[in-house]
């Protein structure tokens, strides 16, 4: 069974569409460029269109008025139809080679296929912009996500995972925006890295304006990608349904910074219910930039703090983390007996052998073989009859200055 043409389905069959057609390939892939501009992103009656009947048939239907295909109300459908008939692919085609990307259809040797996992709601196609092949680069790819009013904190975050993922080599996808977005992106691309923005607009068209330059470099050293054909403009539910093909496209998302309310949090609820990996940054306990990624945190995502731990998670086996540990300190090092003994001198004052050896568990002897040990690392000196800490030992033993 091919991309174009499925099984009917099992709640009665489909109206019949004519004659099976001989479209060559060429054909297919202008139905697909014209129902770009006929289709919403995300439309998963048109994407059941798509696998019944196949992308000629459908735009035929709907160009040249023949009978309504089902799922849509008539006010959609003449909706649909007065796109399809304003609709001109080859015109399309050649803006695009213009502003130098190409049209990806499921069928072709570049398309990635996990994007199939979004079932009817996959993309008709996608323009793509850059010279490197997206589905090589989408299987070893990663999500950076996060508000666009971030703060400081957020955008050293970004840029942070996205130079360290880079240098691991991980592809860094993001939406392109201000704020986390075009940090993660720039992170990327300062590491000498591969980065990929998925646009809610045409390829051909920079959007935000402020990310022209940027975009730009994007294009020239990584991908734009867009469901949109070129010149169209973004809209909100756009931008929130662009936000499903980042999750699809990549092994899992990390969110960094991302109020209750954030198209952030759609990306990560999109990559859960897709079988990603969902991951967030945490911040400080009392910022609202940070409600929505903890709250994520206490569901089913893990928290991850650098690169190595996103790699950890979504890389291939062996792929760790190193271990996390505080610093060590010279105590540290001691032979567990050593170590008793030094814990048994008080913070202020001198103590006597007997005293040692009572508070360390020990005999006198052994406590006496201990305390010329630690006198030889510095840790104690003799005072009198007694003994006691030095400055170095104490402010190891006792780093915030207390007795305890």
Do not use: K
């Amino acid at each position: 069974m091919s991309a174009e043409r499925g099984r009917g389905r099992e709640d009665g069959p489909p109206p019949e569409p004519g004659p099976p057609s001989a479209s060559a390939p060429d054909e297919v892939r202008l139905a697909r460029v014209a129902l770009t501009r006929v289709l919403e992103p995300g439309d998963a009656v048109g994407g059941w269109w798509l696998r019944e009947w196949g992308a000629v048939a459908v735009l035929r239907r709907l160009a040249e008025g023949e009978a309504m295909l089902p799922g849509v109300s008539d006010r959609r459908w003449e909706g649909l139809r007065a796109r399809a008939r304003r609709v001109r692919a080859a015109r399309d085609l050649e803006a695009a080679a213009a502003a130098g990307a190409r049209f990806v259809t499921p069928d072709d040797a570049e398309w990635p296929a996990q994007l199939d996992d979004l079932g009817d709601a996959r993309p008709v196609g996608l323009w793509v912009r850059g010279r490197p092949s997206l589905r090589i680069w989408a299987l070893r790819s990663v999500a950076l996500v996060g508000a666009r009013a971030c703060t400081e904190y957020g955008a050293h975050m970004a840029a942070s995972l996205g130079a360290g993922l880079a240098e691991r080599g991980w592809v860094v996808v993001s939406g392109g925006a201000y704020g986390v977005d075009g940090a993660a992106h720039r992170g990327a691309l300062g590491a000498g890295g591969a980065t990929v923005a998925v646009l809610a607009c045409g390829v051909d068209r920079p959007y935000p304006r402020g990310h022209a330059q940027l975009l730009g470099r994007i294009a020239e050293q990584g991908l734009v990608v867009g469901e949109l054909p070129p010149g169209d403009h973004p809209t909100p539910s756009r931008f929130v349904l662009r936000n499903r093909v980042i999750a699809a496209l990549t092994r899992g998302t990390v969110v960094v910074e991302a109020a209750y309310r954030s198209g952030a949090l759609v990306t990560a609820r999109a990559a859960r219910d897709l079988g990603r990996f969902t991951m967030g940054v945490p911040g400080p306990a009392t910022s609202g930039l940070s409600a929505g990624v903890h709250e994520l945190l206490r569901g089913e995502a893990v928290l991850v703090t650098d690169a190595a731990e996103v790699a950890e998670l979504v890389g291939d086996m062996g792929e760790l983390a190193p271990r996390r540990r505080g610093p060590v300190v010279p105590r540290d090092l001691l032979a567990p007996g050593a170590a008793r003994v030094l814990a048994a001198l008080p913070a202020r004052g001198a103590a006597t052998v007997p005293d040692v050896a009572r508070g360390a568990g020990t005999s006198a002897d052994d406590a006496v073989a201990r305390l010329y040990e630690l006198r030889s690392l510095g840790f104690v000196e003799r005072q009198g009859d007694g003994w006691q800490l030095t400055r170095q030992a104490f402010l190891s033993v006792f780093p915030e200055g207390g007795d305890a």
